[in-house]
């Protein structure tokens, strides 16, 4: 097995891993491959047209957030390698936090906070909603989306007759910008904890300048899908994912936190 991926690497990369045990990271549906190593992470992915941006965002935040550090970042063949310092902590999925809502709760809601109080005026990447459609209408026209991922009511009867269907809709009505600093995939199993304190944000792969609703709807969704057993299998009832506009202090704003669920729906 090891053979296998240090052959495969960039000499760069294959210089700081070879002879060192790894595992597989199969948690998420990011389409890379994540290998783990006692003190390191290897992502390998398709190579993007904005991977080396996402790349300088990653080194933007060093010193700012409790990020991994990028070790090296190469392209080759296609193919994209990103090798980065590994964090400590539990994923804020862990039995430990769900068992513990109001704790998780508060948790997620400060790790927002901190994500929002970044300058983002000399940020390296954008990841605004223009973008974000144009690379959501790419999914549709290659027939990229898979719908049995989505929601049971997005598409069908009640819904969105088909994925291009839901893309006129979300061109058709994009909201206004609020933009801060956004993670990008702000999930339970990205945020870790230790001595229930956030350590560390990892899968920052898009990451960017982003309306604060990309991610709150992200982590809303997650703290749901996390409680009612969609992920995992165990309900914990009496959950409710709104608990998580108490702990941040505002309001839900239903109509924004709706559309980037759907826009979601297209990644």
């Known amino acids: 097995m090891e053979l296998d991926i240090v052959t495969r ?14 595992t597989t990271d199969s948690i998420g549906l990011s389409g890379g491959e994540v290998y783990l190593f006692e003190d390191m992470v290897l992502k390998v992915c398709k190579a993007s047209a904005d991977g080396a941006e996402m790349a300088a965002a990653l080194r933007w935040l060093e010193g700012k957030l409790p990020v991994p550090k990028v070790i090296e970042y190469c392209t080759r063949d296609g193919m994209e390698y990103l090798l980065m310092s590994r964090l400590d902590g539990r994923m804020s999925c862990d039995t430990y936090y769900l068992e513990r809502s109001e ?45 049995s991922l989505c929601e049971p009511d997005t ?3 009640g819904g969105f007759k088909d994925p291009a269907d839901l893309l006129e809709w979300l061109e058709n009505n994009k909201p206004v910008f609020d933009p801060v600093f956004s993670h990008g995939d702000f999930g339970l199993p990205n945020v870790l904890l230790e001595n229930d304190r956030i350590s560390g ?8 300048v982003a309306d604060r609703w990309r991610d709150i ?3 809303w969704k997650s703290l ?11 309900v914990y009832p009496d959950f409710d994912p709104d608990g998580l506009f108490r702990h941040l202090g505002i309001q839900p704003d239903r109509d924004k936190l709706r559309y980037y669920l759907l826009l979601d729906e297209l990644f």
């Open 9 to 22: 690497v960039p000499e760069q990369i294959r210089e700081r891993i070879s002879g060192r045990p790894y």
């Open 103 to 147: 704790l998780l709760l508060g948790l997620m809601a400060e790790g927002l906070r901190m994500l929002w109080s970044l300058d983002i005026s000399d940020c390296p990447r954008s990841r605004g909603l223009d973008a974000e459609l144009a690379e959501v209408r790419r999914h549709v026209e290659q027939g990229l989306v898979d719908i």
């Open 155 to 157: 598409f069908g009867e």
């Open 201 to 208: 944000f990892i899968d920052l792969g898009d990451c960017g």
């Open 217 to 219: 709807s992200l982590c």
């Open 224 to 234: 749901r899908n996390n409680f009612n057993g969609t992920f995992g299998g165990k």
